[in-house]
């Protein structure tokens, strides 16, 4: 079985606090991408960030000084219209989920936001624990900070052995 991992499509993420002109774009390739896997009758599993009020006494608070994905706040929703009744939700509490060990996989695919944080944190995460799977990201599919981070974060993905589509 595929699975479709689809990271931090936040209300936050796409044109709320951390939002973006690139985020917005890439909403519709991510419905249809989700519609696709979900037709198909492959697992999806969505992120979430997941921040509390104290966020910016957290390290990342003093990094990232932007309150954003606060639990149970609008900004912290998956956007309306991808979530179907079925799919996983992961909240994590950083960048990368460090609980992909308890799953089995045959082959990921990676999309969302942010490509240079969120997005490679996890593909990195998932490759080292699943060396000899095929795991792949849909650049159509992401954004990043910037266009030159989003690009820079494929490259890395792609020396890393993760197929860039």
């Known amino acids: 079985m595929k699975t479709l991992i689809v990271v931090d ?22 419905k249809e991408k989700i519609k696709e896997y979900k037709d198909n009758g492959d697992e999806v599993i969505f992120t979430r960030d997941t921040h509390h009020e104290n966020y910016m006494e957290t390290n990342e608070g003093h990094y990232l000084p932007v309150v954003h994905c606060i639990e149970n706040t609008e ?10 009744e079925g799919a996983k939700i992961i909240d994590k509490p950083s960048f990368g989920y460090t609980g992909w060990g308890n799953f ?9 936001l942010c490509t240079d944080i969120c997005v490679v944190s996890n593909a990195l995460i998932l490759k080292a624990l699943n060396p000899e799977i095929k795991i792949s ?29």
């Open 104 to 112: 089995k996989f045959d082959e990921i695919e990676i999309i969302g």
């Open 75 to 84: 900004g912290w929703e998956i956007r309306e219209g991808l979530y179907f």
């Open 9 to 30: 499509m936040q209300n936050d993420f796409i044109d709320g606090s951390l939002g973006s002109k690139e985020a917005v774009a890439i909403v519709p390739a991510v």
């Open 137 to 165: 990201v849909d650049p159509k599919c992401c954004a990043g900070v910037t266009p030159d981070s989003h690009n820079a974060a494929l490259e890395t993905m792609k020396m890393c052995q993760i197929e860039i589509r």
